[in-house]
Each structure stands twice: as C-alpha cells, then as structure tokens.
C-alpha cells in the first residue's frame, strides 16, 4: 500500500516498528452533497491533535507508553471512488495484521474500505455505527457508493444483523423502515445487555460519524443535525465500549472550512487518543 507522509504526525505518534495503534488518513471528498471539505479532515486533526495532552486521566494511560504509528494518509486516485475504497481496504487489511487500525476522515464512504479490510481478517466482525444520520439508502443523487448509502453497503457485507447503530436521529422513512433489520437502530447512546450480549466477545469495528454531536459541539461537518449529543456523552458510550474486542476504529466526516476555532477537530483527535488507549491491545 501507498501512503502520503503526515506534514504533522497525530500526537505522540513514532516510528514505532511493531506499533500497538496505528493512525490513518482518508482524505476522501466525492459525494459530499451539502458542504465539500472533507478531504482536509486527516491533516487538520492531526494538527488539532497538538492541544492535547498524550495523558487521559479517565483512563490513567498515556500515549507515550503506547506505541502509536501514524501511517499518513492512504493513496489513492482522486477521483475514482473504487480506487480509494480498494485502497483503504488494503491499508486496514495491513494494519490489522499489526496493531488498531484508527482511521481519520474525510467523508464517511471511506469507512466501507475500512469495513472491507477489516472484514478480511476477522471473518465474524460486528459494525457499531454512531451516526445522527442512519445512512441506509440505497442509492443516493444517483450513487451507491457515497456517504449517505454507506451502512447500506456495509450491510450487504457483513449482514443487518452484525450492525447497531447509535445516536441515530435523522433519515428517510424508508431508510428508518430497513433500519428495523439492523441488531439495534436508536437514537440512545447507550448499549443494552441484549446487544452486549449478543456481540460478546465478537471483533468489533467502531465507527463515529462526528455529526452525532450536536451542532454547538461540532459544527465543522457538512450535515449538521441539531439535537445531538454533547461531547462527554459521546466519550462516556465509547468508554462504555471498554470490555468489547475492538479491533478497528474510524472518526469521520470532519469539515474544517466550516469548524470554529477548530472545536470539532480537537473532539475528534481526543476522541482517537481515548480509543487508542481504550482498545489497543
């Protein structure tokens, strides 16, 4: 695989040879259908990330006791959505192979390449979506690969039945009627027992669309839907995650031509550096 070179590696990001996580940058920008952008997503993270300290109190670890790589952003051709969805699968094929994948976005198609890679190497993996938006159609402007159909093709990967979705707040009625064959779609962000019980032990990909957060705690993302969660109770459901086999992780659809003082960044990168702790083995 391809990858471009970081201007500003994530955090305490080093060059770790055997690395225990393992940042990367999708800059995919293709169907965005309110506010193009996204495809500054990864670089601006990275430099947000800056703020933060590499310590997470709640969690007593830090970033500099975990060997943390950042990969860069995977390569792919500009234009051709295929091309970066094969490209991506490849790099989360690779990177599960060494350590947690943690995937930066860009626009939230690029979490089917992730899916797809992960998939290759854990045949039974479960998809947690955290989303405002249930992303379910079937084909959307006339695509069937873009940011709103990507659950959708995610489902026919790896089954209705593998994927519960959280925070959900906004879609069409037909996409709320399917949505009623995922494991769990709601607008809770809290996993019940029947859910927990049901992935167990299961390897888990963990995707935020960072949307879920309520416009006045993210307003950089081309969909705001107002009525979202607050930042610490996005970060307490991850952190309620703790027990779980996850296995890979991506934070997408950061807009930064529409952030303020670079808040829905800085969320992001923090929430990277708590699931690196969290979940890297």
């Not at 992303?135 to 940011?147: I, Q, T, V, Y």
Request: hydrophobic share 45%; glycine share 8%.
């Amino acid at each position: 695989m391809r990858f471009a070179a970081p201007t500003r590696p994530f955090l305490e990001a080093t060059e770790s040879a055997t690395p225990a996580a393992i940042v990367l940058g999708a800059p995919l920008d293709l169907t965005e259908c309110h506010r193009g952008g996204t495809r500054e997503g990864p670089a601006r993270v990275r430099e947000a990330s800056d703020v933060l300290e590499s310590y997470s109190p709640v969690l007593r670890a830090d970033l500099r006791d975990l060997p943390l790589a950042d990969w860069g952003d995977v390569e792919f051709a500009a234009d051709d959505m295929e091309d970066a969805l094969d490209a991506i699968a490849g790099a989360f094929e690779q990177a599960t192979g060494i350590g947690l994948p943690l995937m930066i976005g860009g626009e939230h198609t690029a979490t089917i390449g992730g899916v797809r890679g992960a998939l290759r190497r854990y045949p039974t993996l479960q998809v947690i979506h955290v989303d405002a938006h249930v992303d379910l159609r079937d084909e959307f402007g006339g695509r069937r690969l873009s940011h709103a159909t990507v659950m959708r093709r995610v489902a026919e990967d790896v089954g209705f039945d593998r994927i519960a979705q959280y925070g959900i707040r906004s879609g069409t009625r037909e996409e709320f009627e399917v949505a009623r064959r995922c494991l769990f779609s709601g607008p809770s962000l809290r996993v019940d027992r029947s859910v927990l019980d049901r992935i167990h032990t299961r390897p888990v990909y963990l995707t935020i669309d960072i949307d879920v957060l309520d416009p006045s705690c993210a307003p950089g993302t081309g969909c705001p839907e107002p009525g979202g969660a607050t930042f610490s109770e996005l970060l307490g459901f991850v952190y309620s995650l703790r027990d779980l086999n996850v296995v890979a992780v991506d934070v997408m659809e950061v807009l930064p031509a529409a952030d303020v003082n670079d808040i829905t960044s800085i969320a992001a990168a923090k929430l990277i550096r708590e699931a690196a702790l969290l979940f890297a083995r």
